[in-house]
């Protein structure tokens, strides 16, 4: 990655602005030390949307359930009732 003295990097922004919409990354330095990583902001696609609701009418939660013991939650869950 190249770099730019602030100065540098003040007078000549909108072509740096260019370079990384480009793909290209710089660092912008003060006293020769580089304080600034400029990269671009990719905005990723989605992986899938979020649907909310989807479940919504396929099951019934007991208007106690969060008063319900360990072993009502269990059965809720596991017939057999044999887990520990």
Do not use: N, Y
């Amino acid at each position: 990655m190249r770099s730019f003295d602030i100065e540098e990097a003040s007078t000549q922004l909108v072509q740096l602005v260019e370079r990384v919409r480009q793909g290209e990354g710089c660092f912008i330095a003060m006293a020769g030390k580089p304080v600034v990583r400029v990269t671009s902001i990719e905005r990723p696609e989605p992986e899938h949307q979020r649907r909310l609701g989807f479940l919504d009418g396929q099951f019934s939660v007991p208007e106690d359930f969060d008063r319900m013991s360990v072993w009502d939650t269990f059965s809720q869950f596991d017939s057999s009732q044999g887990i520990p």
